[in-house]
């Protein structure tokens, strides 16, 4: 059943680019009132243009698609309308939130990547994942006319789905699933000590949330959440007060350098680090979820709100 779209305000300064309704995305809890915009593969470019509000400043594209490109691409007609009447488009340079293009830009930049070859120690714990984001959920429920104009393949049956990725011995995993652009077969890193985080950026307002030591991640677990930090960028630094933990600063530096190379304005990533010491980035989300009865903290919202520009 398809939800009902908020149309927000006539002079509303704010338009959600959607895919699928969730008012507990990120995007949806710092502009409650904003006018949201279905951007659907059935969707007409003439139709999504003449919706934009007269009085928009700014465009924020949420779309929860892995692929967002798949979606709104570079030369899309929307683009191109907001481009001349100067809106911005907050996120509008990220184009996959895919396990896969995550590993490769994290070697591009040089950084550690989680990702496991095939050869290596046999007893060593791999973790299998959906290369679509969140398990591919959102894939898998699209129909096939859909996927058809979207050029997306049916999720094959042996995907598994976020709640049950296997957690194998390298020596288990079959030698096709490391090859399989469905899967990112991924090092099972553990979080130690104050050594898990959920990080949360707004243009150059950050917010660090430090989970419990003793959560095994597999996939971001906010319930553990334990303390938080709220900084602004500044030049090559950081203002604001970090709390008593000597992983943070590299932290800090790894997330920022990811989320500036993805084109992740507004979202939100999930860092552990490993018994050596080095920060991993394991996922990255522009459309990241507030889980109702989670306590983030009273300032998170009006301090990401605050880290966002309207001038295009």
């Known amino acids: 059943m398809r939800l009902p779209w908020r149309r927000g305000r006539a002079g509303e300064a704010v338009l959600l680019l959607c895919f699928a309704l969730n008012e507990d995305f990120l995007s ?24 934009i509000p007269p009085a928009c400043r700014l465009a924020v594209q949420c779309l929860n698609l892995t692929e967002p490109r798949r979606l709104l691409p570079l030369d899309s007609p929307l683009r191109q309308a907001l481009a001349r009447r100067g809106i911005r488009l907050l996120n509008g340079g990220l184009e996959s939130h895919a396990k896969r293009d995550l590993h490769a830009l994290l070697r591009s930049l040089g950084l550690p990547c989680s990702a496991a070859p095939p050869a290596g120690p046999p007893e060593e714990l791999l973790i299998v994942k959906a290369n679509q984001n969140s398990g591919a959920l959102v894939e898998r429920g699209l129909a096939p006319a859909e996927r058809g104009r979207l050029g997306l393949d049916a999720v094959p049956d042996h995907v598994p789905h976020y709640a049950t990725y296997p957690v194998l011995p390298r020596h288990a995993v079959p030698a096709a699933w490391f090859a399989d652009p469905f899967l990112a077969v991924e090092r099972f890193l553990r979080g130690f000590p104050s050594a898990s985080y959920r990080y949360f950026v707004a243009g150059r307002h950050v917010m660090i949330h430090v989970r419990a030591s003793e959560a095994r991640v597999i996939r971001g ?18 203002a604001g007060e970090l709390p008593p933990d000597a992983h943070l600063p590299q932290v800090l530096e790894v997330g920022w350098q990811v989320a500036r190379a993805a084109g992740l304005e507004l979202g939100a990533l999930d860092v552990v680090v490993d018994e050596t010491g080095q920060a991993h980035v394991l996922d990255i989300n522009s459309t990241p979820y507030l889980q109702p009865g989670v306590d983030f903290g009273a300032e998170l919202l009006p301090h990401l709100r605050a880290g966002i520009q309207f001038q295009s």
Do not use: I
């Open 28 to 51: 949806h809890q710092l502009f409650p009132e904003a006018r949201r915009l279905r951007v659907g593969p059935e969707s007409r470019a003439g139709d999504l243009v003449a919706a």
């Open 221 to 238: 677990d906010n319930s553990t959440l334990t303390h938080r930090a709220a900084l602004v960028r500044r030049g090559a630094g950081w």
